[in-house]
């Protein structure tokens, strides 16, 4: 599979914002005052970072869900259970007004935009030669899920967003159970691809993926 190259990215539908590796907390202070901006009338925006090792709880977490952990914990607002976060992810947060009318996406449909954050997903990983299937609002191949999804939606702009395991971490999901799964069924790009992947290579690949919308 080739991505399309004859869409050039117009910069009227969205800002891409890099905030490299930043604190857990900070990006999600930085998320919600970038969606009250997004409300007021502001460009929709697609950020990419990764974070230092935290766990996170979503709205659907349960009391065995953290099981040994031992490291910072954030209880948050996006829909879910727990999941790890650490430096050898890509984070994508879209900060998208969801009363806009999209050519690809209809307007004030949650289930719609997950739909949508699917299917880029998936179209991410066939482009590397992987075969992968969404469950439970996750990304999974081979049986291993690679990518996870929650999201949150506030005045009908969205935050919070993907997560894609890229690089091997043997702290990574170790004390928690994410997504409710053992941590086994968990994995990552370079597991998957057998080979070393950076984490800027999976950035520049969904990158050009959203700049084709």
Known sequence: MELR???AYNKNHFDFLEWGEIPYSEAEKQQLQLVEEVFSGQKD?????????????GRASQK?????WQGEVHYVSRGGRATYHGPGQVVIYPIWNLKKERPYLRARDVHAYLRFLESLCKEGLCHLGLSPVVRETGIWVNNKKVI????AVRKWVTYHGVAINVKKDQGAFSGIRPCGYEPSQMTCLEDLLQKTIS?????NLFKTIFCQL
């Open 5 to 7: 190259s004859d869409r």
């Open 45 to 57: 925006k697609v950020i990419l970072c990764s974070h230092p090792p935290v766990v996170t709880l």
């Open 64 to 68: 065995h869900d953290i099981k040994g």
């Open 148 to 151: 996870s999804i929650g999201i």
């Open 199 to 203: 984490t800027e290579e999976i950035k």
